[in-house]
C-alpha cells in the first residue's frame, strides 16, 4: 500500500487513511486537549506521507512515523497558541444534557480529562501512546525518538501527576469506580 | 491513599484513565483528508538520474597519446630548437655551463674533517 501511495493510488492510500486515521486522530485530540484544530493536524500528517512517501523505507514503522509527525506537528500547534482551550475538553466530550447519575460521571470524566490535560507534553504523549493507544513501551519511544528508559520515566512523572491532580478525589473516584463495577 | 500500595494505586489509575473522554473522528474527516491530497502535489525524495552522453574513453585517450608520442620524439631531436623562439633557445644556451661538473671540486668541502 506504502508503495501503491507512493505511485499516486489515491485508493492505496485511502486504504492507508482508514487504517491509521483514527489512532492519530486520537493521539492529537489528546495532545491538544479537544482543540478544534485537531482534525488539520491529524490531515496535515497524512498530506506530508503524501507529499513524501519515500521517507518510510518500511511499512511497519509507518504508524510509528504517523504519530509521530502528528505529535510534533500538534506540539508545535500548542507552542504557537499556548492557551489552547483545555476547558473545551468537557463541552466536546459532554454534548448531551444529562442529569442524575451520568452527570456525576460525567463530572469524574471532566476532572481526568483536566488531569490529561494539565500533564506537560512529553508526560501526556507518553501516557496517550501507551495507556489510550495501547503501544508498547518501546513502541512508544520510538515514536517519541528518545530511549525506553526515557519512557518509562516521563510515564512515571506523568502517574504521579495525575495521581496528584486526581488525589482530592482519589477517593470518591475509586468508590464510584467500585460502584460500576458492583 | 496510604493503605493502597503501588501496584493498586497504577490499577487503579488505569481504571480511572478508562473515564476519560474517547475522542470519536468527525464525520467526513477521511473524505475531507482525502480531498485535500488531491490539491497537494507530490514531492519524490528520488532525483531521476539522467545519465551523461556516454564518452567512448579512446576518443579522448588518441589524441593525448599521439601529442605524447610527438612531444618525446620532437624533444629527443636537436631540430626541435628550431621550431622555439629564438628568446627561449638562447636562454637554454646562456644557461648551460660550458665546464662539465664533475662533482668532485665541491666534494672537498664536505669532506670528513673540514666541517667545521
Not at chain 1, 486537549?33 to 490531515?43: I, K, P, R
Not at chain 1, 518500511?58 to 499556548?82: F, H, Q, T
Request: charged share 25%.
Amino acid at each position: 500500500m506504502l508503495l501503491a501511495s507512493a505511485r499516486r493510488d489515491a485508493a492505496a492510500f485511502a486504504e492507508l487513511v482508514s487504517r491509521y486515521y483514527k489512532p492519530v486522530y486520537r493521539m492529537v485530540w489528546r495532545m491538544m486537549n479537544g482543540n478544534a484544530e485537531t482534525e488539520d493536524v491529524a490531515q496535515e500528517a497524512f498530506v506530508k506521507l503524501w507529499q513524501n512517501p519515500a521517507q518510510i523505507r518500511e511499512a511497519k514503522a509507518l504508524k510509528g512515523w504517523l504519530m509521530r509527525v502528528a505529535s510534533n506537528l500538534a506540539i508545535d500547534r500548542l507552542r504557537r497558541k499556548p492557551h489552547a482551550d483545555i476547558d473545551a475538553i468537557a463541552e466536546v466530550a459532554d454534548p448531551r444534557q444529562v442529569t442524575g447519575a451520568e452527570l456525576e460521571e460525567q463530572a469524574v470524566t471532566a476532572r481526568v480529562n483536566q488531569a490529561i490535560a494539565s500533564l506537560p507534553e512529553r508526560q501526556k504523549l507518553a501516557v496517550t501512546l501507551v495507556y489510550f493507544e495501547g503501544m508498547s513501551n518501546i513502541s512508544a519511544a520510538s515514536v517519541m525518538d528518545i530511549s525506553v528508559d526515557a519512557i518509562e520515566s516521563l510515564l512515571t512523572r506523568g502517574k504521579r501527576a495525575l495521581r496528584e491532580s486526581l488525589a482530592e478525589d482519589w477517593r470518591g473516584l475509586l468508590d464510584e469506580l467500585s460502584s460500576k463495577a458492583g | 491513599m496510604e493503605k493502597y500500595d503501588e501496584t493498586q494505586m497504577d490499577a487503579a489509575l488505569e481504571k480511572l484513565l478508562k473515564c476519560a473522554t474517547e475522542p470519536s473522528v468527525p464525520e467526513g474527516a477521511e473524505a475531507r483528508l482525502m480531498l485535500a491530497i488531491q490539491s497537494v502535489e507530490q514531492r519524490l525524495n528520488v532525483v531521476p538520474f539522467r545519465p551523461h552522453p556516454r564518452i567512448q574513453s579512446w576518443t579522448i585517450g588518441l589524441p593525448l597519446a599521439a601529442a605524447l608520442a610527438l612531444g618525446v620524439y620532437l624533444g629527443s631531436k636537436d631540430t626541435f630548437d628550431a621550431y622555439l623562439p629564438e628568446a627561449i633557445t638562447d636562454g637554454m644556451a646562456d644557461m648551460s655551463d660550458s665546464m662539465p661538473s664533475t662533482g668532485l671540486d665541491d666534494a672537498e668541502s664536505y669532506a670528513e674533517g673540514d666541517v667545521t
